[in-house]
């Protein structure tokens, strides 16, 4: 079982900052990859980005590819979501997720992993 505590959502204005956090409450995260993913009313559920086990590898959707960066630190069992130059497109709830069956493949869909953070909200005004 793990359980995922988010934070760092909030409003701002075009162009600004956030950083998002996913922390590991239970287990340890040291040993699954993270997932990152946004949803908004009405649409399913978009990959953003994933970081494996060691934060060596890292994928970012095209969307975001320049302006999020994913990073993680094991020993705090903390995976960071650094979002720069928002957009009113990236307005969204945006959740962390782990995969308990692998430690590196970034390529998995929404329904392959295993556990869910609560999400938070992200809202880019113009």
């Known amino acids: 079982q793990v359980q995922l505590a988010e934070s760092g959502g909030g409003l701002v204005q075009a162009g600004d900052s956030l950083r998002l956090v996913c922390a590991a409450t239970?287990?340890?995260?040291?040993?699954?990859?993270i997932g990152w993913f946004r949803q908004t009313t009405g649409k399913a559920k978009e990959r953003v980005a994933a970081?494996?086990?060691?934060?060596?590898?890292?994928f970012y959707a095209d969307s975001v590819k320049g302006r999020f960066t994913m990073s993680r630190d094991n020993t705090e069992k903390t995976v960071y979501r650094q979002m720069n130059t928002l957009e009113p497109d990236d307005t969204a709830v945006y959740s962390c997720?782990?995969?308990?069956?692998?430690?590196?493949?970034?390529?998995?869909?929404?329904?392959?992993?295993?556990?869910w953070g609560q999400g938070t909200q992200v809202t880019v005004s113009s």
């Open positions: 997720t782990a995969d308990l069956n692998s430690y590196s493949d970034l390529s998995k869909k929404s329904y392959e992993y295993d556990y």
């Open positions: 970081i494996s086990w060691s934060g060596g590898s890292a």
């Open positions: 239970t287990r340890t995260l040291t040993a699954h990859a």
